[in-house]
């Protein structure tokens, strides 16, 4: 990666695998009518392997050997880059090596990817030492968030770094991300779809979960909960509106990531034609990649162009955060261009009645 790719005008967006060729092939054409935008890579994780990939496997779709080497095969030929997900945390010390090996070999060798996202320091120490030459990513997972935590990977070369969702609006630390990509060649990939609740105290816990494939349901529905009882909290969650690419762009980043991997593939597209054309008229709630099961976007709506001028003021100073979403929220649905139905609340955003849909969610089921 040479100093020039940071100093043109195109930006890169990375997208999540659905395995659906059809919705790929949409993707596409929809990338090749934008001049200043390329879409250029997916990922995904195609079989249950050795080391998780940061999602339950009863949520994103598996295959055999054989079929996920197919899949590739069209996905190489429509142009797109695969970068592999082995990005769970794992204690490489406790592992089989000789069967870690087997499965780094098929994934690197066989499945052919074109990169590795990973999240443990001490496996990319592992893959760095047997494969020197393939591309490595640092997970969100790794809770990169200041130029400090990059110290520690630079021995293993990374050619991306996705940053821990809160960084992004820690705007007096953004520049010097943008210096290090300018200065070392290194990518740093901000996410564009994320909604989890900003500095979210279990977030630790949920990865670590995940690790060993157990049932996360219990972190969605924490943190699901807490947006409906306080609904300042949908906007601090860390989103980037496609309206909005253009400010961080002006920052100096121009990689950028969908997440959404558990969502439906007829989604995607939705989604990727609303950041390549920069604008989305409908409800913001759709573009995120919030838990499937809450069916959140029939339950919650925020008119997406009615915060514009929203992440352009938003405070620098943390302390002033949620005066500021709160202030943002109650506006909104005073101007009913923020709802959530069933639910009531006070003129300080307090919830009086809690939605009947919340309950039906609290107790797992599919609403």
């Known amino acids: 990666m040479n100093k020039k790719s940071f100093t043109n005008q195109i930006s890169y967006i990375t997208i ?11 993707i596409k054409k929809q990338q090749d009518k934008c001049l200043d935008t390329k879409i250029i890579e997916v990922y995904g994780a195609p079989i249950s392997g050795l080391v998780g990939d ?25 142009g797109f880059s695969f970068n592999y997900l082995m990005n769970a945390p794992i204690d490489v010390s406790k592992q089989d090596h000789k069967e870690l090996d087997k499965y780094l070999d098929w994934v690197i060798n066989k499945y052919q990817a074109d990169s590795i996202t990973l999240s443990s320091l001490e496996l990319m120490k592992y893959i760095r ?13 790794a809770g990169v968030r ?32 943008v210096s290090l990509m300018k200065k070392q060649g290194i990518i740093i990939e901000l996410m564009l779809t994320e909604s989890c609740l900003r500095n979210c105290p279990k977030r630790e816990n949920h990865y670590n979960t995940l690790s060993d494939n157990s049932s996360d349901r219990k972190f969605h529905k924490f943190c699901n ?18 309206e909005d690419r253009k400010f961080y762009e002006n920052i100096g980043f121009n ?10 593939a007829s989604w995607l597209s939705e989604v990727t034609e609303a950041y390549l054309l920069r604008e989305y008229n409908g409800n913001l709630i759709r573009l995120l990649g919030i838990d499937p099961l809450l069916n959140a976007e ?44 069933n639910a009531k609340y006070s003129d300080n955003l307090k919830c009086i009645i809690k939605p009947k849909f919340l309950e039906i969610y609290e107790k797992g089921e599919h609403i």
């Open 146 to 177: 200041n130029i400090e935590d990059i110290k520690k990977y630079t021995d293993i070369k990374p050619q991306k770094i996705v940053l821990h969702h809160d960084a992004i609006r820690d705007f007096d630390n953004l520049p010097s991300f």
């Open 54 to 78: 940061g999602r339950n496997t009863t949520v994103t779709k598996r295959f055999s050997k054989s079929e996920a080497i197919k899949l590739r095969k069209k996905i190489r030929n429509l």
């Open 298 to 341: 029939k339950y919650v709506y925020i008119h997406n162009p009615a915060l514009k001028g929203f992440i352009e003021n938003f405070p620098k100073n943390t302390n002033l955060e949620n005066t500021y979403c709160k202030k943002w929220a109650i506006k909104l649905m005073q101007n009913k261009e923020f709802n959530i139905i």
């Open 255 to 264: 990689y950028f990531k969908i997440t959404g991997r558990s969502k439906k």
């Open 225 to 242: 909960n807490i947006k409906v009882l306080k609904p300042e909290e949908f906007l601090r969650a860390n989103f980037i509106r496609p």
């Open 129 to 141: 030492n047997k494969y020197p030459k393939i591309p490595i990513y640092v997970s969100t997972i």
């Open 16 to 26: 999540p695998c659905h395995w659906n060729i059809t919705v790929l092939k949409k």
